[in-house]
């Protein structure tokens, strides 16, 4: 795989090395390796909470949320963005958790109210969609990170009704990985009306035998 310096860095979780890069060569950042990763991608991967952290912060500092936005939505050659990869690496409740942090420390920096600001950053983030029509939510139920799923049902209770590419609900993933809780979670947080049960309920049931 064709890595540049600061994906080496990256990956090796060495945050001396990404400062010293970050400092002196910030481009770096843009660049893909030829699996489609971002540097982001290859923290998320390598689980290292710190230096995804410190990149996130950089690049909200030095370019502003529509370049933050920008690179959380890139998808590298499975259709992956960051936030699925973190998710998949079991670092996701972290991550959702510091990009919350991030929302409310910048809210008061802007000329728009922070209230408009945080409505649109909180729409960017959590719905964000890879190629699979995937979003956060979907992966967290897949992989069964059931903070996550919380966290995000937090932000947004319809992510729960989202269909992918294939058909499925966030409920489905949950069920296909056997994560009893999350089903559970999502049930009872989104299907909680006879109504909602009879017209997701068959789907849930079908999908499952
Ligand atoms: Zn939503």
């Not at 958790?97 to 008061?108: M, Y």
């Amino acid at each position: 795989m064709l890595d540049t310096v600061l994906h080496v860095a990256f990956r090796s979780g060495n945050n001396e090395t990404v400062d010293e890069i970050l400092k002196h060569a910030p481009e770096l950042l843009v660049w893909d390796n030829s699996n489609g990763d971002t540097p982001l991608h290859v923290a998320a991967k390598a689980g290292h909470i710190a230096t995804l952290k410190k990149l996130l912060q950089f690049i909200l500092h030095t370019n502003g949320r529509r370049s933050l936005f920008a690179f959380l939505g890139h998808v590298n050659n499975q259709g992956n963005i960051m936030l699925h990869e973190a998710i998949i690496s079991g670092i996701g409740a972290e991550i959702f958790q510091h990009l919350q942090e991030i929302n409310h420390d910048n809210d008061d920096d802007d000329n728009e109210s922070g209230t408009t600001r945080s409505h649109v950053f909180k729409r960017h983030w959590i719905h964000l969609e890879d190629e699979h029509g995937r979003g956060p939510l979907h992966y967290a139920a897949l992989k069964g990170y059931h903070e996550g799923v919380v966290l995000l049902l937090g932000q947004c209770m319809k992510c729960c009704i989202k269909w992918d590419r294939y058909g499925c609900l966030p409920i489905h993933l949950a069920s296909c990985g056997g994560h009893v809780e999350v089903v559970k979670l999502l049930l009872h947080s989104c299907f909680d009306s006879i109504e909602m049960l009879h017209i997701f309920g068959r789907n849930i049931l079908q999908w499952k035998a």
